[in-house]
């Protein structure tokens, strides 16, 4: 009976050969490329046809070498930090893997990475005691290089502008508690198991490197004048701007910190100066007062 | 009658917007005719690339090129990455809307490259179809790109010439004529570049697209990333004359030059054009084993302060 979509079928077919990590050849003889079209390799002429000088398999060997060659290219542009660290062959090796398992679904290429953390999550190895490890490591990375990428074309604040620390100083202190924070919407907060921010500024800097000792580390990452910037905040700051974002209101936000934090003291002696800070960075855009 | 490039204006010789130019763009504004967009590379960011070209939209003419319309893929077409270019367009007064005659992915997957169809009296059908439907959805004429390919289908009937000629006259679209593809896909598919130049519709060329190649000895990889070599300006040159000149646009996606070395080599176009020839540099030929990769691709990589 005749195939009444031959061009769902050879494009079936195609992609599966094209796609296959193992080559041309084995890609032809796989059955994942035969319940589409039952050619053998030996016979891939009666599919695709040869030139004067080149054979079917060579040609279609083009599509083959580029289909891996390109979207590594990408990997290794969106994870720099992280290739520098494992080496080229070795973030190929982790690149190649992830291709093959879990392959581009998006029209933009700036989605093709947007499953790799989970994907480096889900076929790590087995952690080898409670304390983070390297895995660990190179998943906070890939993290973060991502998280970069999503606040560079995030909505930003160049337009709209932000909330200045003299705007907040005008805020009566009989409204302060119950008014709220709309956050920019390209902040974003990030809390790691090792110090990746410092690690990534040793990277820009050309400085040797080598995996840190783990150390949690607290992050915003946001944007002004279209340049992604890194804030590093401590302990407090990440859970008072973690409730500021969440919605609630100051009042509500900082009694929510307070009750996490060892040392209630300071708390209370830094939050004006977390405050102007926070404005100062630009991570409000709007204040809803009572 | 259709009118010559279905009644779109010559914007002159124009090159590809690439993001490591944006800084010279900005602070120079050189007297480029036009630019041309990877679409893709701006319908989703709402960060620097898209600030860049809003700023560069007041000052020139654009064109968005994209790589992912898939028109020939067996899969549904993708609306929402539709809507996303009308929208564009409508907001930078894109010129026109191109894409490849091609499909890069089928069963939901992307495979990123720009891969070829069988020519045949099923695949004109099928792409014709859609290119109504997505003309009908953009509320504008399509223009589609011939592509440089590496295989030929046992299932093909006609030429690539005679299945972009039918597919254009009867979907009533436009076609961007890449000399370099022609060239590229003539020394792939042993046939005479010249006879495709002359067998495509003239009156249907919105666009032409030059660019570099990689010899590689019995085969030529598309890979964007030097100067136009002598043949490909013949071919030009006659594609000019057959039609009467149509925007000009270079191509340089890797090794990618500074911006006036990218300039200055589209503008030896109008050399060519006048007969009066130009310096071309050698074929650049390889015999690595390790090929290099055709069609690179466009990925906007972050600034991070």
Known sequence: MSDPHPLMTLQRWMQSVITNPRGISAGIDNAAARQWIDVASDDVEQVIGRSQKRTSIERLQVYGNAYFARLVECMREQFPALCETLGQELFDGFALDYLDKRPSTSYTLSRLADRFVPHLETTRPAAESAAPGWADFLIDLASFEWSVAQTFDAPGTEQSGVITPDDLAQVSPDDWPQTRLIAAPCLRLHAYRFPVNAYFSDFRAGRPLSIPPAAATWLALSRREYIVRRIPLDESEFLLLQSLLAGQSVGAAIEAAAEQSADFDAFARNLPHWFQRFAGEGFFTKLVKP | ?305
């Not at chain 2, 319908?43 to 020939?72: C, F, K, N, W």
């Not at chain 2, 099923?122 to 439907?133: D, G, P, Q, W, Y």
């Not at chain 2, 009066?276 to 030929?285: A, L, V």
Request: net charge negative.
């Open chain 2, 1 to 305: 009658m259709t009118a010559a490039r279905l009644g779109h204006q010559n914007l002159g010789l124009g090159v590809g917007l690439r993001s490591v130019h944006f800084g010279h763009i900005l602070q120079h504004w050189p007297a480029v005719d036009w630019f041309e967009i990877i679409s893709e590379n701006y319908i989703d960011t709402q960060g620097r690339p898209r600030y860049v070209l809003d700023q560069i939209a007041e000052r020139y003419p654009l064109v968005m090129h994209g790589v992912s319309l898939s028109i020939g893929s067996t899969d549904p077409l993708d609306f929402e990455y539709l809507a996303k270019l009308k929208r564009l367009a409508g907001e930078i007064d894109a010129r026109w809307i191109s894409d490849h005659l091609c499909w890069t992915g089928v069963a939901g997957r992307n495979s990123h490259d720009l891969l070829p169809i069988p020519y045949n009296e099923e695949s004109l059908a099928h792409v014709v179809a859609r290119i109504k439907t997505v003309q009908e959805f953009l509320e504008r004429p399509l223009v589609l790109e011939d592509p440089s390919s590496y295989v030929t289908f046992a299932a093909s009937t006609m030429t690539e010439w005679e299945f972009l000629s039918a597919m254009a006259n009867e979907a009533d679209c436009g076609l961007l004529l890449d000399v370099n593809n022609v060239y590229v896909s003539g020394v792939n598919h042993d046939f005479d570049p010249a006879e495709y130049v002359r067998g495509v519709p003239h009156e249907r060329i919105v666009q032409f697209h030059l660019a570099g190649h990689t010899n590689m000895g019995d085969y030529c990889i598309d890979t964007h990333d030097a100067a136009v070599i002598d043949p490909v300006w013949r071919l030009y040159q006659l594609a000019h004359e057959l039609t009467g000149g149509a925007s000009t646009l270079l191509e340089w996606d890797a090794n990618i030059p500074p911006f006036d070395v990218m300039h200055a080599e589209v503008l030896k176009a109008r050399g060519h054009i006048t007969a009066q020839g130009g310096e071309s540099p050698e074929p650049i030929t390889t015999k690595s084993a390790d090929a290099p990769a055709p069609h690179p691709l466009h990925f906007v990589t972050p600034e991070i302060e």
